[in-house]
């Protein structure tokens, strides 16, 4: 039987996957600090479900590993598949720029991902610090979809005209769940697209050029906004791996 870990933070996210997993017959942990008991470290299922800061090191104490999409994912992604120049440089490289990108932390959210000029870039962080700098877009829709296997398990419309969709409930037009379909499967069959069994890839519309990938996304702590709570915890147990070594 999988065991669900959950942290010490009470989120609606995190509230609604135990629900799930209670109702699935899992058995669920909440940690009452970032101390990992004893006897959860002889457990063989553990499914993790943890926010970034802390997810490496419960997963370490676990004996477990994250799986994490590579920082430069976007940037091999084939054209077709982002409508979008993308590259990877330094923080220190992209304040010299003098014109306005999209700029954001590859796998984290050290700072907010947004519209910046060189000079506007956030001054406490590192000149080494690794970003990812793409030309501005803008975006109609956008969804979110969890996938196991290279196939799609669950989605959800999170943003419409970058405004989030939770007073929508997240509800999305027919012709947009058929439009997104035919794009993510035809990402997820191309073999020229390396993915992990179990991850999170957000795709939308962008204005005047049509469907591309926003990003890949970790499943273990991704939110998951008004996708089916079990199959996004189907694709959250294999978003861990036993780390050996």
């Not at 942290?7 to 799930?20: I, V």
């Not at 996304?217 to 959250?236: D, F, H, K, S, T």
Request: negative net charge; charged residues 25%.
């Amino acid at each position: 039987m999988p065991t669900l870990v959950l942290t010490p933070r009470y989120t609606e996210d995190s509230q609604t996957l135990w629900r799930a997993a209670a109702n699935a017959g899992w058995a669920v942990e909440r940690l009452n600090g970032w101390r990992v008991p004893e006897h959860l470290k002889l457990r063989e299922d553990v499914v993790l479900y943890v926010e970034a800061l802390f997810g490496p090191t419960i997963a370490e104490r676990l004996g477990l590993r994250l799986v994490d999409p590579p920082e430069d994912w976007l940037v091999r992604l084939p054209f077709k598949y982002k409508l979008r120049n993308i590259h990877l440089t330094t923080l220190g490289q992209a304040r010299l720029s003098e014109e306005a990108r999209f700029i954001k932390p590859p796998n984290d959210k050290s700072f907010p991902a947004g519209v910046y000029v060189g000079s506007s870039l956030p001054r406490e962080f590192d000149d080494d610090m690794r970003v990812l700098v793409s030309d501005v877009v803008s975006w109609k829709t956008e969804f979110r979809c969890f996938v196991l296997g290279r196939s799609l398990m669950t989605y959800s419309i999170y943003a419409r005209d970058g405004e989030l969709q939770r007073e929508t409930l997240f509800r999305s037009e027919p012709d947009e769940d058929a439009e997104l379909q035919a794009f993510i499967n035809e990402l997820l069959a191309d073999p020229d697209v390396d993915l992990p069994n179990a991850t999170v890839v957000d795709v939308g519309y962008i204005e005047g050029s049509g469907w591309a990938c926003v990003e890949q996304n970790a499943a273990w702590g991704a939110g998951i906004y008004g996708c089916e709570p079990r199959q996004v915890l189907n694709v959250v147990r294999h978003a861990v791996e036993r780390a050996t070594g």
